[in-house]
Each structure stands twice: as C-alpha cells, then as structure tokens.
C-alpha cells in the first residue's frame, strides 16, 4: 500500500532553518505531483508548496523565497528546505501526493511537527 512518512521536524529559532523529508513508498513516485501542507493550531490547512513529477515547482506566496521544495525520484522523497523560519511557520507539516493528471491529493503523510520560537 501506499505510504508517505515525514520526517526533520523540530524545534528551531527564528530565523533558523530545517530540512523535512517526505518519503514515499507503493507509488510509481516520479508519476506524481507531490506537495507540502501545513496546520496551525486552531487554523485550517494551508498549501506550502508543490513539485510536479518533471521537477518544477510552485509555492504560496507567504513561503516564496524563504523555502524550497526539491525531489529525488531515484530514491522516492521530497524535501522541504525551510529557510529564515518564522514562528508564524509553527505547525504541523504534511506531505501528499496525485497523480500527475488528476487534482486530488489522494495520499497523505502523518505529519512532522515544526515549532519555530521567537
């Protein structure tokens, strides 16, 4: 069956800096387009950032340019560099993954817990 498992979370300073891992296993990997998601405490979930299967990238506006999604098909994991963190970062961070040519995010990681302090 399909697996994701993340891993790297932790605590870290403002302004610090962390690097997730995501990976997946029962999955033709480099078919899927693979993203990152975060929840806040008390706040619903919110889109990071994804990597389709070629390698390319797309990301929220309020992470752009502090972090970087990048992906090794060979050894079937993506990562998330988190750079210059903030603790508006703070939350519990999932992987997920689709099919290439489909919308949904079929599978889901348990999550990595990320505490950024002030």
């Known amino acids: 069956q399909v697996q994701l498992v993340e891993s790297g979370g932790g605590l870290v300073q403002a302004g610090g800096s962390l690097r997730l891992s995501c990976a997946a296993s029962?999955?033709?990997?480099?078919?899927?387009?693979m993203a990152w998601f975060r929840q806040a405490p008390g706040k619903e979930r919110e889109f990071v950032g994804r990597?389709?299967?070629?390698?390319?990238?797309y990301y929220a506006d309020s992470v752009k340019g502090r972090f970087t999604i990048s992906r090794d098909n060979a050894k079937n994991t993506m990562y998330l560099q988190m750079n210059s963190l903030k603790p508006e970062d703070t939350a519990v961070y999932y992987c997920?993954?689709?099919?290439?040519?489909?919308?949904?995010?079929?599978?889901w990681g348990q999550g990595t817990q990320v505490t950024v302090s002030s």
């Open positions: 997920a993954a689709r099919w290439k040519t489909t919308a949904i995010y079929d599978y």
């Open positions: 990597s389709w299967s070629a390698g390319n990238t």
């Open positions: 029962g999955l033709t990997f480099s078919g899927y387009t």
